[in-house]
């Protein structure tokens, strides 16, 4: 029997995979979450053979989630299912040793299959984003950039994030105004989307 945690924050979706996935007869779903922290702590009391995660569900990503169970050492497969076919994304579900990365909108007879798969050991990424694996965009900013980037993205103001790093608030400005430059948008916003689309952040 492989057993499954399902974490996906729509209500909908997630209550549609989970009697799907109740009809196989070598498929038990564990529990179902609709956010990563409530996955974490179904992980840690389950311990299932394998999660699917949803790449943006709230309080921990999917992703963050997927590195955080590497970090722990977690033997549980991860599939990470997501609506974004976004190069950064597959590279950083690929840097954290998922086991699937499925789009939304292949057919569940395609899930089913990737969950077997996956328990025999394999890796089963969606077609439509194998190319991309290979679409592997140069990261133009400096260590510094990412880092106000990143801070920014938490919610930090320039104030917060000059005081953390030590730099005047101009400082952090011109570190923004670099930033949006090299990523080619027109504000800070942008370049935090842009920047987070990719992986650099």
């Not at 924050?9 to 799907?20: N, V």
């Not at 190069?87 to 299959?113: C, S």
Request: hydrophobic residues 40%; proline residues 2%.
């Amino acid at each position: 029997m492989i057993r499954v945690i399902i974490a996906e924050d729509q209500k909908m979706l997630r209550g549609a995979l989970t009697s799907l996935l109740k009809l196989e007869n070598d498929i038990e779903v564990l529990a179902e979450v609709s956010d990563g922290k409530a996955a974490w702590e179904a992980i840690q009391r389950y311990e299932p053979d394998v999660c699917l995660l949803d790449i943006e569900i709230p309080s921990i990503t999917g992703l963050e989630l997927a590195e955080k169970l590497r970090h722990a050492g977690s033997t549980c497969k991860i599939i990470i299912v997501t609506t974004f076919a976004r190069p950064g994304y597959l590279q950083k579900a690929m840097d954290a040793k998922v086991e699937g990365y499925l789009l939304k909108d292949e057919p569940i007879d395609y899930l089913i299959e990737a969950i077997r798969k996956v328990m025999n050991g394999e890796r089963v990424i969606s077609t439509d984003l194998a190319a991309t694996l290979f679409i592997k965009q140069e990261n133009p900013l400096t260590d510094r950039e990412i880092e106000v980037l990143r801070m920014a993205k938490e919610g930090k103001t320039t104030h917060d994030i000059g005081k953390t790093l030590f730099l005047t608030n101009g400082t952090v400005r011109n570190y923004f105004s670099s930033a949006i430059q090299k990523l080619e948008v027109e504000s800070r916003q942008q370049a935090i989307e842009k920047a987070r689309e990719n992986g650099w952040i």
